[in-house]
């Protein structure tokens, strides 16, 4: 969620933060890195812009996961090249009222991928070959 209006501050504040990055030689010098990894792994497990990065619309298991999302570290490291520090932040855990509310969004989730994992099943591809999100 962020820090409301956060954003629309720093980029009105310091403008020049906001540049479209192509290939490496557009890139400033960069001392440090700071990845939000939230974005990546959601980005790589469900897609968000299929020219960007890394996009898998179709991930089947946990490794062409883990894989898309180092792909997509590796990339972003070529092209800044950071001298000095890379980090990755993580969310911790969420608070309680969201977790209620998380666990009902994913009982019910769980629900439709079993219905959908019996028609995947017809089709010869078992449960333990398919990524859950969840």
């Known amino acids: 969620m962020g820090i409301?209006?956060?954003f629309k501050w720093l980029s009105n504040r310091?403008?020049?933060i906001l540049q479209q990055i192509k290939n490496e030689e557009d890139c400033p010098p960069c001392d440090n890195l700071y990845l939000d990894m939230n974005s990546i792994v959601h980005n790589c497990i469900h897609g968000n812009d299929p020219t960007r990065l890394e996009y898998v619309s179709s991930l089947e298991?946990?490794?062409e996961v883990w894989l898309a999302i180092m792909r997509n570290i590796d990339e972003l490291v070529h092209i800044t090249r950071p001298k000095k520090l890379i980090m990755?932040?993580?969310d911790g855990v969420a608070p309680r009222a969201?977790?209620?509310q998380q666990r009902a969004r994913r009982f019910e989730k769980d629900r439709e991928s079993r219905i959908n994992a019996?028609?995947?099943a017809k089709e010869g591809k078992t449960k333990k070959d398919l990524f859950d999100s969840n």
Do not use: G, H, R, W
Request: no cysteine; aromatic share 16%.
């Open 4 to 6: 409301p209006k956060f």
């Open 14 to 16: 310091y403008p020049l």
């Open 61 to 63: 298991d946990f490794e």
């Open 88 to 90: 990755l932040a993580l």
């Open 98 to 100: 969201k977790m209620n």
């Open 118 to 120: 019996n028609a995947k």
